[in-house]
């Protein structure tokens, strides 16, 4: 199994229509094991598409309580539970993802209980065992270092940086513009950041229906323009950036020529326009 990422979804944002991508997921092969980062809607189908059995997922790390990075997670371990999922998966998450967990076995304790009791299925609780994220955590070869990333109002959100076997691979979560990130992400093996365009968040939040300024505002304070993604691959001298988590996603007016001329202000190396199944070797 050669070391890989793939981006499941890479559209910024909860909300999916007719050509869009979709929202937040990663799948990591490294040291030989199998990382899900994220579980944004339709994790589990893209898993599947990878060619890679639910029940081979090894751990899974959510970055924050935004829905697109999480509103799956249940719905996964269901789905892999009942295509045999018989062992404990950890998850390393932020605080607050236990409730979440508890509440979804809750939404489903009818069909839940039916399963076990009417076809013999295993307890479905201890498939999961939720650790609340820390700064550098261990998992069989694999070293995982988190950083605090900028994401306002959200304070538990975290840039990742998984290390094992002298690779490393660095995913920014959601993040506006921080400096810090180029030191986080220092030589990796490839760095996966996300990426907004100040025009078309415009563009967005003209045609929102149903909210206000409060979504423009959000926006604008908690992601990183396009432009300044490229310098921090400079800076941090990556071997490979790729883009995800786009702002805007799905419109037209913004296409890959405007999303390349921003990242090449400042950087001129290998660079991937994420699209929902991409897989790049590290
Ligand atoms: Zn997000
Ligand atoms: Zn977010």
Known sequence: MSDSIALLGVKGGPAIRPGSNMPTAMLLKLAGKTVLVDAGLGVTRAICDQGV????????????????????LGPFFHT?????????????????????????????????DLRIHDEGRCDFASL????????TMTFDTITLRTMRNIHPPI?????????????????????????????????????????????????LCARMTNGDERLRTHILRSHTDA????????????????LNHFVPDGDPDFTDQHWEAEVRTHWDGPLFLGKDGMKITL
């Open 227 to 242: 432009a300044d993604v490229g310098r921090i691959a400079k800076d941090a001298r990556v071997r490979q950036l790729a």
């Open 128 to 135: 999961a065992d939720i650790q609340i994220i820390d700064d």
């Open 80 to 112: 892999a539970w009942t295509a045999g999922l018989n062992r404990t998966i950890p998850i390393i998450g932020p605080n607050g993802l236990d409730a979440y967990w508890a509440a979804f076995q809750d939404s489903m304790r009818f069909d839940i």
């Open 155 to 203: 304070t538990d959100t975290f840039a990742l940086r998984f290390e094992a076997k002298g690779k490393a691979v660095v995913l920014s979560g959601d993040t506006a513009y921080m400096p810090q990130m180029a030191d986080f992400a220092k030589d990796a093996d490839v760095l996966v950041h996300e990426a907004m365009l100040r025009d078309g968040v415009e563009a």
């Open 53 to 72: 059995a639910l029940t081979d997922i090894d751990l899974i790390v959510i970055t924050h309580l935004h829905s697109d990075h999480y509103l799956e």
